[in-house]
T-cell receptor, first 111, second 113 residues
């Protein structure tokens, strides 16, 4: 079953912050975040394993609440280059490697 | 490495025709995934392989779809017969192990008329 992302779309001004949420109805082993620019392939951002860790690089970070089966992606001081569609992917608690994605959140950053 | 290579990049075919999409994963990767992307459904997992063996094909829409991985460096996704509702972008991705970065190919844009 696909994870559910919210919101479906976000429009920001440069420098503003955004949060994208991902939630699953099943227990998870890991959460993966990808960004896709229009007409391109999805590109990896980060993976979070169960344990409630938080990861980040530059001004993009994420958290994973294993008990709630939820993850959030935080984009701080957004830049024009952050525009695109963000996908969360999940691997279930049985850790078979089956990676399924949500429907995506479209982020548009305006000058 | 050249990354995951998919061919063709674009395919236009008539309803009822057979379509074969091809994927060459990154050398040494043991997981291979086929996804279909549409506006309505986002990225849907169709099937995935581990060490050339299909592990889960529950996402394959119906019997018209089939996938094979005859060796570690090649996989195909076949649709026979094709229908207009199969129009989508099909991505192949590969990874080394579980819970690691999946590298996506550039996708095949399929249009069935």
């Amino acid at each position: 079953q696909q994870p559910v992302q919210s919101p479906q779309a976000v429009i920001l001004r440069e420098g503003e912050d955004a949060v994208i949420n991902c939630s699953s109805s099943k227990a998870l082993y890991s959460v993966h975040w990808y960004r896709q620019k229009h007409g391109e392939a999805p590109v990896f951002l980060m993976i979070l394993l169960k344990g409630g860790e938080q990861k980040g690089h530059d001004k993009i970070s994420a958290s994973f609440n294993e008990k709630k089966q939820q993850s959030s992606l935080y984009l701080t001081a957004s830049q024009l280059s952050y525009s695109g569609t963000y996908f969360c992917g999940t691997v279930g608690s049985s850790n078979t490697g089956k990676l399924i994605f949500g429907q995506g959140t479209t982020l548009q950053v305006k000058p | 490495d050249a990354g995951v290579i998919q061919s063709p990049r674009h395919e236009v075919t008539e309803m009822g025709q057979e379509v074969t999409l091809r994927c060459k994963p990154i050398s040494g990767h043991d997981y291979l995934f086929w996804y279909r992307q549409t506006m309505m459904r986002g990225l849907e997992l169709l099937i995935y392989f581990n060490n050339n063996v299909p592990i889960d094909d529950s996402g394959m829409p119906e019997d018209r779809f089939s996938a094979k991985m005859p060796n570690a460096s090649f996989s195909t996704l076949k649709i026979q017969p094709s229908e207009p509702r199969d129009s989508a972008v099909y991505f192949c991705a590969s990874s080394y192990g579980r819970n690691t970065e999946a590298f996506f190919g550039q996708g095949t844009r399929l249009t069935v008329v």
